[in-house]
């Protein structure tokens, strides 16, 4: 349904819209999104209608995070499903490398403090996602990414913290 100039125009970049982006995809077996902006596989997409479905049983994921991330990746990096969680980022303390609504994957049983690291900490039933640092004392700092060391400045580690996990995994948008 879309003539061979139509199509030249899209390959060659001088037409980057067409109102048969869902043929398209379909008749390529591949997504919107890949032909778009070339994200996404394939093999993650099905066709219903004129919606692209994710194939859940591909992917692990929970309720908590918009995000979901392919079993073969977790395996790749030895990661058990077992030992995952997602968080949802709530504050600037670490931006540029994490921002408001960024989504984390932190592993739940590495909770000893490693040195620069990431660390999702629970502190007076709050939680707070830092990167942990040792101080000149061989006390760990949580430290914050983010540049303004006024509002988000170093914090030393009570007894009474409970870290909750390593970072291992961060998303979102640009």
């Known amino acids: 349904g879309i003539s061979q100039s139509a199509i030249a125009l899209l390959e060659s970049g001088r037409n980057q819209t067409t109102t048969k982006i869902f043929e398209l995809a379909e008749a390529l077996e591949t997504t919107p999104n890949w032909l778009l902006k070339g994200e996404i596989a394939t093999s993650q997409y099905s066709v219903v209608g004129n919606q692209f479905k994710v194939n859940q049983n591909d992917y692990f994921g929970n309720d908590s995070s918009e995000i979901g991330l392919k079993y073969s990746l977790l395996k ?99």
């Open 76 to 174: 790749k990096h030895n990661l058990d499903t077992k030992y995952l969680n997602f968080h949802s980022i709530t504050d600037n303390s670490m931006s540029p490398t994490l921002n408001i609504k960024d989504s984390i994957l932190y592993i739940t049983n590495s909770n000893q403090p490693i040195e620069n690291q990431i660390f999702l900490i629970l502190r007076n039933s709050q939680v707070i996602c830092r990167r942990l640092v040792l101080g000149f004392d061989n006390n760990w700092i949580y430290r914050c990414d983010n540049r303004d060391k006024i509002q988000y400045a170093d914090q030393f580690m009570r007894q009474e913290d409970k870290i909750l996990g390593r970072v291992c995994f961060t998303a979102g948008f640009i």
